[in-house]
């Protein structure tokens, strides 16, 4: 079965401490990993998406890379506005579907 | 605003009432999903339509659910008898065909049972 795990569940930084998350995923035929920012009350906002392993890809203080079983989220010197909680996301393993299984998310928090 | 709309936002009703959410997603894009988010996790999916034609449905959507987009544009998702379990935030999300995984999510309804 596919399977998403993300760590920690929770993470609270001081404002310019760099840090990373982690995705670890299962799933049977890669068709890409996503990652998605979820503010409080508000629908997940798309952020990247990587296809294949040693891809990275970068925006603003975000940075997140690929290996075959996991993916990283390194967030360099944070600020307030970063805090979120943060979603990765697979396609489900059947060749042509487009359900996404997610993680059950980061909650980040930076602190002034 | 040219984003993903939902209504309502919040929903409280009494278990057994049926209630009914609407989404109108971004008007080019053709794929519409709905998925369901409780505290704390990450959204599960529960249905997807390519235009109008329901082209996958989780199995773990109960009988009770039923969704429709009758002409390829809004959609809508009812629950029946609704249960305390269903208590949770209804996402609805649309993409163009060419998007992969990058899906523009609404802000959701919220649906209480009490």
């Known amino acids: 079965e596919d399977q998403v795990t993300q760590s920690p569940e929770a993470l609270r930084l001081q404002e310019g401490e760099s840090s990373s998350l982690n995705c670890s995923y299962t799933v049977s035929g890669l068709r890409g990993l996503f990652w998605y920012r979820q503010d409080p009350g508000k629908g997940p906002e798309f952020l990247f998406t990587?296809?294949?392993a040693g891809e990275e890809k970068e925006k603003e203080r975000l940075k997140a890379t690929l290996t075959k079983k996991e993916s990283f989220l390194h967030i360099t010197a944070p600020k307030p506005e970063d805090s979120a909680t943060y979603l990765c996301a697979v396609h489900d393993g059947i060749q042509g579907a487009q359900k996404l299984v997610f993680g059950q998310g980061t909650r980040l928090t930076i602190n002034p | 605003d040219t984003g993903v709309s939902q209504n309502p936002r919040h929903k409280i009703t009494k278990r057994g009432q049926n209630v009914t959410f609407r989404c109108d997603p971004i008007?080019?894009?053709?794929?519409l999903y709905w998925y369901r988010q409780t505290l704390g996790q990450g959204p599960e999916f529960l249905t997807y339509?390519?235009?109008?034609?329901?082209?996958?449905k989780s199995r773990l959507l109960s009988d009770r659910f039923s969704a429709e987009r009758p002409k390829g544009s809004f959609s809508t998702l009812e629950i029946q008898r609704t249960e305390q379990g269903d208590s949770a935030m209804y996402l609805c999300?649309?993409?163009?065909?060419?998007?992969?995984?990058?899906?523009?999510f609404g802000e959701g309804s919220r649906l209480t049972v009490l």
């Open positions: 990587l296809y294949s």
């Open positions: 339509f390519q235009n109008e034609a329901q082209l996958e």
């Open positions: 008007s080019e894009h053709n794929r």
């Open positions: 999300a649309s993409s163009p065909g060419t998007s992969g995984g990058e899906l523009f």
